[in-house]
T-cell receptor, first 114, second 113 residues
């Protein structure tokens, strides 16, 4: 079964607007970590933000925030005030205890328009 | 502090050839990983290591081998390259806990013809 589902293959957003990228996950563990990575066209994987399953507050890192809804098993990434440099593929990933790998979704491509 | 470095950046192999992808980290992380990313997909774990001398298989280990003789280095060996191994390969490292971030190298783009 797919552990991470990202249902939006591609999105367009106007510069300076906010965009929300959807991520749902599947786990039977109570403890887990959720991560978002950015992959620009140059190919590297850049860590953006982390949310722990027991964190009561939604994680924020600059213009990135995570809308964490544990009961819905949802961890949506919000990018505020989009910039042209935000155009990239964004991956949601999860790591469960006793599992060494990150389980990745298929990714969402974001294109920021001037 | 260079983080995770990988060489080479690009490589073209012929079917049946072998090569080693190099990975080095300078963050004193115990855990290191090799992932592959096929076009339009997320990453899949090939092998991982929890410390020098300790390695184990991930989701897609067939056709690959690894070794870890030092904390810093984690090379990935491809034996008898096949077209199915055409992919982008990422090395990553982290501290031990599942809540710790995995930091990725820049990737190696490999084509097998």
């Amino acid at each position: 079964a797919q552990k991470i589902t990202q249902t939006q293959p591609g999105m367009f957003v106007q510069e300076k607007e906010a965009v929300t990228l959807d991520c749902t996950y599947d786990t039977s563990d109570q403890s887990y970590g959720l991560f978002w990575y950015k992959q620009p066209s140059s190919g590297e994987m850049i860590f953006l933000i982390y949310q722990g399953s027991y964190d009561e507050q939604n994680a924020t890192e600059g213009r990135y925030s995570l809308n964490f809804q544990k009961a819905r098993k949802s961890a949506n990434l919000v990018i505020s005030a989009s910039q042209l440099g935000d155009s990239a593929m964004y991956f949601c990933a999860m790591r469960e205890p006793f599992d060494y790998k990150l389980s990745f979704g298929a990714g969402t491509t974001v294109t920021v328009r001037a | 502090n260079a983080g995770v470095t990988q060489t080479p950046k690009f490589r073209i192999l012929k079917i049946g050839q072998s090569m080693t992808l190099q990975c080095t980290q300078d963050m004193n992380h115990n855990y290191m990983y090799w992932y592959r990313q096929d076009p339009g997909m997320g990453l899949k774990l090939i092998y991982y290591s929890v410390g020098a001398g300790i390695t184990d298989k991930g989701e897609v280990p067939n056709g690959y081998n690894v070794s870890r003789s030092t904390t810093e280095d984690f090379p990935l060996r491809l034996e008898l390259a096949a077209p199915s191994q055409t992919s982008v390969y990422f090395c990553a490292s982290s501290y031990a806990d599942f809540t710790d971030t995995q930091y990725f190298g820049p990737g190696t783009r490999l084509t097998v013809l």
